[in-house]
């Protein structure tokens, strides 16, 4: 299905999304959309008192791609040493908000050795750089078009992007799960197998 269309249309890339991990033929040193379901996210109003997890609703953002690089520093900026994407009908869409972005990157550092208690600075050292780009899934934009009747998380992700800018506390509450599979014949650190997925 996939070959049906451009290698770099808005058909593929929705069509690749969409695909199940299945469908795909994962080689080594590659990634995939993961399906959400697999990572339990707390369960709100009143998590704190409730203690309940469930299984994570569709993805608001599909995986365009991503880098794994090592070096003996962190990527800062991955505009410095990528090119952002452009891709009509996926990056210049209008999602109806004028704070919610179709396409997000982000970049997230794992230490590359584990750190010495004694560092002054967190982010010396040898640094796993993981730049990540997503664009907005086909669900969330469609429910984008009613703010009213979408979903809790997209309502939160529309508050999310309407704060964030300028209330770095507020920006600090975003999380975004990934899964190394196999993680254990990969050379990071031991230490950090344990936040796997």
Request: hydrophobic letters at 35%; aromatic letters at 10%; glycine letters at 6%.
């Amino acid at each position: 299905k996939l070959q049906n269309y451009g290698p770099n249309s808005a058909e593929a890339l929705r069509a690749y999304a969409a695909a199940s991990t299945e469908s795909i033929q994962l080689q080594p040193h590659s990634y995939v959309q993961t399906d959400a379901s697999l990572f339990n996210l707390r369960i709100g109003p009143n998590y704190k008192r409730n203690k309940q997890k469930a299984p994570s609703a569709p993805a608001l953002y599909d995986l365009y791609s991503m880098d794994f690089l090592y070096d003996s520093t962190p990527l800062k900026n991955v505009s410095d040493k990528f090119k952002i994407p452009s891709i009509p009908g996926i990056t210049d869409v209008s999602t109806g908000h004028a704070h919610i972005p179709p396409m997000l990157v982000i970049n997230t550092w794992l230490p590359g050795e584990e750190p010495s208690v004694f560092a002054k600075n967190s982010t010396d050292g040898d640094t796993y750089s993981i730049p990540m780009v997503f664009v907005l899934s086909k669900d969330t934009l469609e429910q984008l078009k009613d703010i009213d009747t979408a979903s809790p998380g997209v309502k939160l992700l529309s508050e999310w992007c309407r704060r964030a800018e300028s209330e770095p506390d507020f920006r600090g509450r975003f999380k975004c799960m990934g899964q190394i599979e196999d993680i254990e014949s990969s050379s990071i650190p031991k230490f950090i197998h344990g936040y796997n997925g």
